[in-house]
């Protein structure tokens, strides 16, 4: 009943944004903003939750990696970045702190893989039980 | 655009017009409420707020009967104010600043006070020694904070422990050196507070000179002031201002200035040109008293004071001009001076007038007034001129002042 309707694309999107949703600082407005376009985007509410489960356990160990992540990719670009930052909205998001950035880079690289190895699943689950069509 | 969860839209989007019904027709008295303790929090005095009229979809704000109460005077306002008109720049406010495209302020008063040292500021020194620069609240927290670290048990263990002989020789124990987290600075530095328009009419400024004599009222003061920001040197438009109003009660003195401070590209250029007319000396006198006890000994009965000229600073550096200085119909009769200046003690002048072009330069003490006098650049006309010479001083070389000044 929960997962009627999901098809593998959506299931893929639906994960991979509870992935970054469960990286992000919980309550920031960079996390408020995520959730309002999960709200808004017609994403499969139980799949992120599920999602945000699972990820909420592997940004224990990802939440080490942040600070250098995102200093590493902030220093790469400092006058992209700072062009970037003072756009209206934008700077809203605190994207300028190495944290915050990072765990935008940490979460979309393991929303991304999940993503991936979801869509993997789907087509050897598919593979192994494919759809019945009935003879015209 | 099937990607899109229009039920949630439509319930977002009726939320958001909820808020903004609500805020125009119930707000106005919690946003009172909230400016009324803000103020009072922030300035550590009674701050009241008559009525207040707030529009989300206009983005104003009018607050009606501001009064901060005078921390040093118990019943006495510092600062009143009949009519406040704000308008927000609602695009700044995306960009994570507070703008404000226009303010307008009608019928305030404040009084400003003259210090023993000639500087005029808002709060009296018993004010001033009263106001404790600390908001209470987060004085009571911080004596708190510090009794709870006095009395806690932990602290005390810390700090007894060495002196048992027990932990002596141990190394003591550094807490782990944790670096800062990196944030990237900003990119163009950008005032994070601005206010393109503010206009005053029909306000005064009470000016009580030190000493406790009458207060000079600068009533029906109108004018204008663009380009003001929390940072000056990284806005985009230089402060300019003009205004004018009336000096003294029941006078026909007026007084006007104009100008701009641009502080943009590092460097200080100040440019004001003022005017004033008719301005009576004995009301002004008190005023200099503070900086000099010369005029009190003329004791001027009578007279009037107009000025013009323009005082421009190139990055802090006064510029030559002239100032037109003008005092009419002078009356006064000097008394007290001593030594080379005895001889003014003769002098007795009434109903003289006097214009002079006095220079302005970057040379202390930038207003030469002897310059003026050495170039002839005076003018005057004296009726009633009245020297009391004391046929016993002749024998005295009383003239010997008057001769050292080469004043012929």
Redesign the interface.
């Known amino acids: 009943m929960l997962f009627r309707g999901l098809t593998a694309p959506r299931c893929a999107a639906s994960i991979f944004c509870g992935v970054v949703l469960a990286c992000l600082p919980t309550a920031s407005p960079l996390w408020l903003l995520a959730a309002l376009l999960i709200i808004l985007t017609r994403t499969h509410i139980p799949a992120v939750l599920l999602a945000w489960c699972a990820g909420s356990l592997l940004a224990v160990p990802l939440s080490a990696c942040y600070t250098q992540a995102g200093e590493a990719v902030l220093r790469a670009h400092t006058a992209f970045w700072s062009a970037i930052f003072q756009l209206p909205v934008i700077c809203y998001l605190e994207l300028h702190r190495a944290r915050v950035m990072g765990s935008v880079v940490c979460g979309a690289i393991a929303g991304a893989a999940a993503a991936v190895a979801s869509l993997l699943a789907f087509f050897f689950w598919r593979l192994r039980h494919p759809v019945r069509t009935e003879a015209l | 655009m099937?990607?899109?969860?229009w039920p949630?839209?439509a319930v977002?989007s009726l939320a958001l017009l909820i808020g903004f019904f609500w805020m125009g027709h119930s707000g106005d008295e919690i946003v009172r409420r909230n400016l009324e303790s803000f103020g009072s929090y922030e300035l550590n005095t009674l701050f009241k707020v008559g009525a207040v009229d707030l529009s989300v979809y206009e983005s104003y704000l009018h607050v009606e009967n501001i009064t901060v109460m005078d921390p040093g005077q118990r019943g006495r306002p510092l600062f009143t104010a009949q009519h406040v008109h704000l308008r927000a720049d609602i695009?700044s406010f995306?960009?994570?600043r507070a703008g404000l495209q226009e303010a307008h302020v009608e019928q305030a008063a404040a009084r400003i006070l003259q210090t023993r040292h000639g500087r005029f500021v808002f709060l009296s020194d018993t004010a001033r020694a009263m106001l404790a620069y600390e908001p209470m609240a987060v004085r009571v927290r911080r004596i708190m904070s510090w009794a709870a670290h006095q009395i806690n048990p932990l602290a005390i263990a810390g700090v007894v422990a060495p002196h048992l002989g027990r932990d002596i020789a141990a190394p003591p124990a550094t807490p782990a050196a944790r670096s800062p987290?990196?944030?990237?600075?900003?990119?163009?530095r950008?005032p994070e507070f601005f206010l393109n328009l503010l206009t005053i009419s029909n306000c005064t400024l009470e000016l009580v000179p030190h000493g406790g004599a009458d207060p000079l009222p600068v009533h029906g003061l109108r004018g204008y002031c663009t380009g003001i920001s929390s940072m000056p040197r990284a806005h985009d438009q230089p402060v300019t201002f003009a205004a004018f109003g009336y000096l003294g009660a029941g006078t026909e003195a007026w007084i006007a200035a104009a100008g701009e401070v641009d502080f943009r590209a590092g460097v200080t250029n100040i440019t004001v040109d003022f005017a004033f007319s008719n301005v009576l000396l004995r009301s002004v006198l008190p005023f200099a008293r503070v900086y000099t006890r010369f005029l009190d000994n003329l004791n001027v009965q009578a007279g009037t004071l107009s000025a013009r000229g323009r005082v421009a600073l190139r990055e802090m550096i006064v510029q030559p001009s002239l100032i037109d200085v003008r005092v009419d119909g002078l009356t006064a009769r000097a008394a007290g001076f001593v030594n080379e200046l005895a001889w003014l003690n003769m002098l007795a002048i009434s109903n003289t007038s006097l214009a002079i072009q006095v220079p302005l330069d970057s040379t202390p003490p930038y207003v030469h007034m002897d310059t003026a006098l050495k170039e002839q650049k005076v003018q005057t006309q004296i009726e009633n001129f009245e020297l009391r010479i004391n046929v016993r001083d002749l024998q005295q070389n009383f003239l010997k002042g008057i001769q050292d000044l080469r004043i012929q």
């Open positions: 099937k990607i899109i969860r949630a839209v977002l695009a995306f960009e994570r987290e990196f944030r990237l600075p900003a990119g163009m950008r």
